[in-house]
């Protein structure tokens, strides 16, 4: 089976500072999806960024990026320009390849904190 | 477009009731998941429904089930409620591609359930 660990339960940032939050995952599969989704206080479980396991190049969406290593089983977040919007917990989550069923595992999450 | 919607918002039950959650997908969304999330955890996988079948079980009891219906949206009932139930349930609607359940998963705002 596989598992997400996020070690990182609380991480803070000033605002317009630059913010990494860790995340490993244990996998036999080659094939796979990584996902970093947020959840701010009102509990909806938004898309942050998602990365398929064949592509090496990193996916990035405006000033969130990855750091995918594949072989360190390592999927890190960076937040650049860190904004107080971005306070949220923060979830990484693992996805099997197609023809799999879909099935999210979640990590523990990472609280982030914002400072102005 | 509309998004994934749920309800009811908040739920209180006494332990042994039964209970019935909603979950309508986003439009043009074929699967639903279904999570458990507990106070300050992640997210855990109970079931999934695609057009209409489940497909796909995490590690929940027989007194977690579900129904897809033809408009693709779905409901969550629980038996027998336990005190351990108590968490907030979050549906997740998304459709394949390329023959397989690929897409990316995107969630609805969730319903609290409290079991007194």
């Known amino acids: 089976a596989q598992t997400v660990t996020q070690s990182q339960p609380e991480m803070s940032v000033q605002e317009a500072e630059t913010v990494t939050l860790s995340c490993t995952y244990d996998?036999?599969?080659?094939?796979?999806?990584l996902f970093w989704y947020k959840q701010p206080p009102s509990r909806q479980m938004i898309l942050v960024i998602r990365?398929?396991?064949?592509?090496?190049q990193n996916a990035t969406e405006n000033r969130f990026s990855v750091n995918f290593q594949k072989a360190a089983k390592s999927f890190s977040l960076k937040i650049s320009d860190s904004q107080l919007g971005d306070a949220a917990m923060y979830f990484c989550?693992?996805?099997?390849?197609?023809?799999?069923?879909?099935?999210?595992?979640f990590g523990q999450g990472t609280i982030l904190t914002v400072h102005p | 477009e509309t998004g994934v919607t749920q309800s009811p918002t908040h739920l209180i039950k006494t332990r042994g009731q039964q209970v019935t959650l909603r979950c309508s997908s986003q439009?043009?969304?074929?699967?639903v998941s279904w999570y458990q999330q507990a106070l300050g955890q992640g997210p855990q996988f109970i079931f999934q429904y695609y057009r209409e079948e489940e497909n796909g079980r995490g590690n929940f009891p027989p007194r977690f089930s579900g129904l897809q219906f033809p408009n693709y949206s779905s409901e969550l009932n629980v038996n027998a409620l336990e005190l351990d139930d108590s968490a907030l349930y979050l549906c997740?609607?998304?459709?394949?591609?390329?023959?397989?359940?690929?897409?990316?998963?995107?969630f609805g705002p969730g319903t609290r359930l409290t079991v007194l």
């Open positions: 997740a609607s998304s459709t394949p591609r390329g023959g397989g359940i690929t897409d990316t998963q995107y």
């Open positions: 989550a693992y996805r099997s390849g197609p023809f799999s069923g879909g099935k999210l595992t």
């Open positions: 439009s043009g969304h074929n699967t």
């Open positions: 996998t036999s599969e080659s094939d796979y999806y």
């Open positions: 990365q398929e396991a064949y592509k090496q």
